[in-house]
């Protein structure tokens, strides 16, 4: 049986305290989307979304940028510098 699968596409895009999922491509710098303070937010939401693709029988690829220069590891603010 040869049974044709969209892969679901799900990437993180932004930069500090507004990131924000792609889904396939499509545009996410509309302010309409949700935006997250960090980019690890981001992840967790895109792997709720990409767990109902999953149950769909898709294939499902996510897709986080790696960090700047300057910028923490999750993509938010600095926590000692918030004190």
Not at 15 to 33: F, L, Y
């Amino acid at each position: 049986m040869n049974i044709e699968s969209h892969i679901e596409t799900y990437r993180i895009v932004g930069a500090a305290g507004a990131w924000r999922i792609a889904h396939d491509d499509e545009t996410s710098s509309d302010e309409t989307i949700m935006a997250y303070v960090t980019k690890e937010a981001a992840f967790e939401a895109a792997v709720n979304a990409a767990s109902n693709a999953v149950r769909a029988g898709h294939e499902v690829s996510i897709l986080v940028p790696g960090s700047h220069t300057g910028e923490t590891l999750f993509g938010g603010a600095d926590w000692r510098e918030l004190s």
